[in-house]
C-alpha cells in the first residue's frame, strides 16, 4: 500500500522541468517536498496525477494510475493546488462538501456518509463557526482551512498539497500543518511542497528535495535535512539544531 511514481520526467521544448524522480508516500507518512523556485516541486505533483504530460509511471496501492477512472482517482488522491481560486461566494459547507463530488454527492443534499465526512472535515479544521458564510469573506488562514477541509472530507488515502502554508501567519501556519500531521496520524499518506524549512523540520516525517528536476537528497527529515544539504540546494547558510532551521544572514 502506497502512492508510488517512477521514474518521472516532465519536458517542456527544450526545458527539463523533473528529470528522473521515483517518489514514495507511505500511509501515515507526511513528506515534505522542499527545493528552490523552479525546482519542479509543482510539476512533480501535477504530473504525479497526471495533469501534467510525462515519462514514468505511477500506482496507488498497487493500481496503475493510468488504469483508473477520473471517479476511482478522486477516491484515491486529494490535490490542493498551489493557485485556489474561489471563483464563486459559495457557502463554506458547500465548497467543503466537493471533496465528497466523487461520490456523487450533490453538495446541498448531503446524508449519511457524506453529511458525516462534511461535518468531520469541517470540525478538524476548525471551520464550525464559519460553516454558513460565504467563502469569499474569510481570511487567509480560515480559507487555507476551507481547502484543507475539502480534501480532507474527500477521505482519500493519499493528500498532495502545494504550499498549504504559504502566506499564512506563524499560528495558522502552524495550524494547517498540525491539520496535515492529524490526517497521517489517522493513516493518510501526505505530500507537501513547503518552502519553510521549520516547519518541515518540525513536522514532516521524510523529506524529498529537489534541485534543478532532480532528486538531491531524500529519506528521515532528522538526519536529512542537515545545514550542508541547505547550502548546497539554496545557497544560504543555515543552523540546524533541535530547535529548529535558523537561516544565517
Ligand atoms: N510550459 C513551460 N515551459 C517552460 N518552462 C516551464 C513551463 N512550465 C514551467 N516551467 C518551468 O519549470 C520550472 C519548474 O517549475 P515548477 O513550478 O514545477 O517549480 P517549483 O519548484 O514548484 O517552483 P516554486 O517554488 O517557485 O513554486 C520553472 O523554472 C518554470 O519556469
Given at each position: 500500500?502506497?502512492?508510488?511514481m ?27 517536498i ?23 509511471s ?18 484515491k ?15 463554506v ?32 479544521c ?45 499560528y ?6 498540525k ?10 499518506g ?6 519553510d ?18 532528486v538531491?537528497?531524500?529519506?528521515p ?19 540546524v ?9
Amino acid at each position: 500500500m502506497a502512492l508510488r511514481m517512477k521514474n518521472i520526467a516532465v519536458r517542456k521544448a527544450a526545458a527539463v522541468l523533473v528529470e528522473d524522480v521515483d517518489f514514495t508516500v507511505d500511509p501515515g507518512r507526511l513528506v515534505a517536498i522542499i527545493g528552490p523556485n523552479g525546482a519542479g516541486k509543482t510539476s512533480l505533483l501535477r504530473a504525479g496525477i497526471g495533469l501534467e504530460d510525462h515519462r514514468g509511471s505511477v500506482s496507488v496501492d498497487g493500481a496503475d494510475w493510468a488504469s483508473l477512472s477520473p471517479t476511482e482517482r478522486a477516491r484515491k488522491i486529494s490535490y490542493l493546488p498551489q493557485k485556489r481560486p474561489l471563483a464563486w461566494p459559495l457557502k463554506v459547507r458547500d465548497i467543503v462538501a466537493l471533496g465528497r463530488f466523487a461520490y456523487g454527492a450533490a453538495p446541498r443534499s448531503l446524508a449519511g456518509t457524506d453529511a458525516r465526512a462534511v461535518d468531520a472535515a469541517i470540525a478538524s479544521c476548525s471551520l464550525e463557526p464559519f460553516a454558513d458564510r460565504a467563502a469569499d469573506t474569510l481570511s487567509g488562514g480560515e480559507e487555507a482551512r476551507l481547502h484543507c477541509a475539502r480534501a480532507f472530507a474527500a477521505e482519500t488515502p493519499y493528500i498532495l498539497a502545494d504550499e498549504p502554508a504559504t502566506s499564512l501567519d506563524p499560528y495558522h501556519q502552524r495550524q494547517v500543518m498540525k491539520l496535515f500531521k492529524g490526517y497521517t496520524e489517522r493513516g493518510g499518506g501526505a505530500a507537501v511542497v513547503l518552502h519553510d524549512m521549520g516547519l518541515a523540520a518540525h513536522y514532516a516525517d521524510d523529506l524529498l528535495v529537489l534541485k534543478q528536476g532532480r532528486v538531491v537528497a531524500e529519506g528521515p527529515t532528522a538526519s536529512t535535512l542537515t545545514a550542508d544539504l541547505i547550502e548546497d540546494v539554496y545557497g544560504v547558510k543555515a543552523r540546524v539544531t533541535d530547535d529548529g532551521v535558523t537561516v544565517l544572514p
